[in-house]
């Protein structure tokens, strides 16, 4: 037993045995953040390279406290600091960074099909932490990880992901993780931003948020990304807010014990109402704690395949 | 090939003259804590455990040490092993900690097993019992409480089966 290959670009890449012994990993791992001592020796003297090329602060930092937890060296590079400003290629860039000894190599970037490219190049591990608006894979599974703690299992649990799927890379490897596993899934959001061609993936499409939500066991938040208003995909935040954004009188339509879920960082009063992002069926904490754990499971893991 | 080493008759005479020793050598049970090394030994703890309580008149707490994240052979091994929980549930400062394993070989896990105990806290001391000891150590590590010795080549395999994996309680000694 054992993942197949030394890379994690995405979920599609994985079968549900592979997303299965992840999460089974992560919560062994889980357990270890209980403790005193968080930190254990399995990856003394490895090293891990955060190669990031757009910002992010929760997804870098989990990275790094996760690579850290596991005694691995950890060097952060940054792009505003490094010699891309200087007009070096990305191949360049990873072959350098693989060439003083990195074992993993965590890359985000503004393109999809970067993590692949840097996989297909480089002998060393590379983790996708999100590549355009293709797949942000370790999102996904803590995302899982979390839906299995509250209800032990993801078949025929009815998901709902709401907000911007066009852009984004968590609903997309949210999408195939969750099918993957027998869940069904509905997208819910403004025509512009869901487009009706995402059917293809398997998935039930509502423009309606209400309907939408009818009897849903998880009511996932998106980011909307502000960048995107005032380019014709809504036509204001508090338009936005008035027919998608997650109410208490609107989660009343999911099932009573719905779980509310959002990746970060939120916009509250646009996606979201405050008193729902921090009311009790709300898990979004949470999922920050478990995507450590599960970020733990997928550097371990991925170490453990010899090329 | 195989010979039974021990069956469910002198296993339960083993943990019982194990769980006396073990009350000797502590002068009484209070103050201990049973630590099994996953997943033999976790078995064997419990039921050691048992004993305990019977012949100490107190109910003794009984954890499970997940021991791959400490592991000296991560580099070495074609995969890595599964990570199962660890569950110690009692403060293990100042107790005496009994770690317990099925079978005692290299050491190795031991060593482990101690360095994660170590992250847990501060025992007032660690022992170590065993079920049984085949030898062919390749650190300085000794253990306190022995099932049974056996003398091994490094050919055969020593497999401990329990009633709680689905086996009937037996020692095997394996070889091709």
Partial sequence: MGLKSKDLVGIKELDAADIELILDTASGFKDVLTRDIKKVPALRGKTTVNLFYEPSTRTRTSFELA????STDVINVS?????????ESLRDTALTIQALGADFIVVRHSCSGVAHFLAKNLDASVVNAGDGTNEHPTQALLDLFTIMEKRHVVRDLDVAIVGDILH???????????KKLGARVRLIGPPTLVPAFMRELGVDVYTDMDEGLRDADIVMMLRIQM????????????????????????????????????????????????????????VILEQVTNGLAVRMAVLYLLAGVKG | MHKELLNKEDIERAIMRMAHEITEKNKGV???????????????????????????????????????????????????????????????????????????????????????????????????????????????????????????????????????????????????
């Fill in chain 1, 168 to 178: 984004s890379r968590v609903a997309k490897s949210n999408i195939y993780a969750l």
């Fill in chain 1, 79 to 87: 792009v505003s600091t490094s010699s891309v400003v200087k007009g």
């Fill in chain 2, 30 to 176: 209070r103050s201990l804590c049973l630590i099994g090394i996953q997943r033999g030994g976790v078995h064997l703890a419990r039921r050691l455990a048992m004993k305990l309580r019977e012949i100490g008149g107190r109910k003794i707490p009984v954890g499970a040490l997940d021991i791959a994240l400490y592991r000296d052979d991560i580099n070495v091994r074609k995969e890595q092993p599964v990570v199962r929980r660890t569950e110690v549930p009692c403060e293990i400062n100042n107790k005496k900690v009994v770690l317990v394993d099925d079978v005692l070989y290299t050491g190795r896990s031991i060593r482990a097993a101690m360095d994660a105990v170590m992250d847990l806290g501060r025992p007032s001391a660690i022992q170590l019992a065993v079920l049984v000891d085949r030898g062919h150590r390749e650190l300085p590590i000794k253990a306190d409480f022995v099932g049974k010795n056996v003398p091994t080549s490094l050919e055969e395999t020593v497999t401990v089966q329990f009633l709680e994996e689905g086996l009937d309680d037996r020692v095997v000694l394996e070889w091709a």
């Fill in chain 1, 67 to 70: 690579a850290k937890r596991l």
């Fill in chain 1, 227 to 282: 960048e995107r208003q005032g380019r014709g995909f809504f036509p204001s935040t508090v338009e936005y807010f008035r027919n998608w954004g997650l109410t208490a009188e609107r989660l009343a339509k999911a099932k009573k014990n719905a779980l509310v879920m959002h990746p970060g960082p939120m916009n509250r009063g646009v996606e979201i109402a405050s008193d729902v992002a921090d009311g009790l069926r709300s």
